[in-house]
């Protein structure tokens, strides 16, 4: 069945770095564009950005422009958020995710957390 496990989140500070990781399994990695997502607590999840199947094309929500990369490695299956510049309010639970049949299948995610 389809696993997305993401890893990498930890206690951060303003101005600092994390790398986020999304290891995939049980479908063609190299087939589906893949997003990462965040929830902060009390707020909706929003999206955060997408990269094509061959990362070909990225696209990123207009808060973390220039900030964050979205890569992946579709040998090993997985996807990476590399967050530089990092600020409070990135402070979340991230997620990634992808769309098989139309149906959006999520990861448990990763707490980030940033101090200032």
């Known amino acids: 069945q389809v696993q997305l496990v993401e890893s990498g989140g930890d206690l951060a500070r303003a101005g600092g770095s994390l790398r986020l990781s999304c290891a995939a399994s049980?479908?063609?990695?190299?087939?589906?564009?893949m997003a990462w997502y965040r929830q902060g607590s009390g707020k909706e999840r929003e999206w955060v950005a997408t990269?094509?199947?061959?990362?070909?094309?990225?696209n990123y929500a207009d808060s973390v422009k220039g900030r964050f990369t979205i890569s992946r490695d579709n040998a090993k299956m997985t996807l990476y958020l590399q967050m530089n510049g990092l600020q409070p309010e990135d402070t979340a639970v991230y997620y990634c995710s992808v769309v098989l049949s139309g149906l959006a299948n999520w990861g448990q995610g990763t707490q980030v957390t940033v101090s200032s």
């Open positions: 049980g479908f063609t990695f190299s087939n589906v564009a």
């Open positions: 990269i094509g199947r061959v990362g070909e094309w990225t």
